[in-house]
């Protein structure tokens, strides 16, 4: 599949202040890039997406932006919260598949 | 929103059985679906594509004759694990894809946790 780089691959913030999380793709035909939040053994979570046709796209404290020139995309997080502490994935289709990063483990401290 | 429905949620086998996994989606036909397996602490790797009512196109490096996959039916994926062994624990996930509004997204099942003893 498509190879993602994601970075960093583990991030600790202090609560309140800002999460950001980058990804890198080579494939320049992908026009889904969608960000999943995983919890322990749990599914992964659609947090937010975005569309090639769109260079950013905000929900509450999430944010995505899109660089189809550079091909990379970033999640943004805003006051983050103990809660946000999970591991996030970036990922794009390819041909109706995914292909994730690595992820990113974050870590809020209270 | 869409459900995607995994089951078992864990189990544990020994070494020499077969396990099968079933994904379901719940409230919407699904032609294509795809599993995945995750080891501790990293992503998710994509094993194959199950395609309803044909045979699945498995990635490379993925034993088809160790991991069958059917779909028989457009809501319903099943993959087994044939004859199990201890490298084969780890935790797998399905997902289908439902179009919407001219868009596709990608619903997840809750995930199998294998423990082959």
């Known amino acids: 599949g498509e190879n993602v780089e994601q970075h960093p691959s583990t991030l600790s913030v202090q609560e309140g202040d800002s999460a950001v999380i980058k990804c890198t793709y080579s494939?320049?035909?992908?026009?889904?890039f969608p960000w999943y939040k995983q919890e322990l053994g749990k599914r992964p979570q659609l947090i937010i997406d975005?569309?090639?046709?769109?260079g950013e796209k905000k929900d509450q404290r999430i944010a995505v932006t899109l660089n189809k020139t550079a091909k990379h995309f970033s999640l943004h997080i805003t006051e983050t919260q103990p809660e946000d502490s999970a591991v996030y994935f970036c990922?794009?289709?390819?041909?109706?598949?995914?292909?994730f990063g690595a992820g990113t483990t974050v870590t809020v401290r209270a | 929103g869409a459900v995607v429905s995994q089951h078992p949620s864990w189990v544990i086998c020994k070494s020499g059985t077969s396990v099968k996994i079933e994904c379901r989606s719940l409230d919407f036909q699904a032609t294509t679906m795809f599993w995945y397996r995750q080891f501790p602490k990293k992503s998710l790797m994509l094993m194959a594509t199950?395609?309803?009512?044909?045979?699945?196109t498995y990635e490379q490096g993925v034993e088809k004759d160790k991991f069958l996959i059917n779909h028989a039916s457009l809501t319903l994926s099943t993959l087994t694990v044939t004859s199990a062994h201890p490298e084969d624990s780890s935790f797998y996930i399905c997902s289908a894809n439902r179009w919407g509004q001219g868009n596709t997204e990608a619903f997840f099942g809750q995930g199998t946790r294998l423990t082959v003893v």
């Open positions: 975005i569309r090639s046709n769109v």
């Open positions: 199950s395609n309803e009512g044909s045979k699945a």
């Open positions: 494939d320049s035909a992908s026009n889904y």
């Open positions: 990922a794009l289709r390819d041909d109706y598949k995914l292909s």
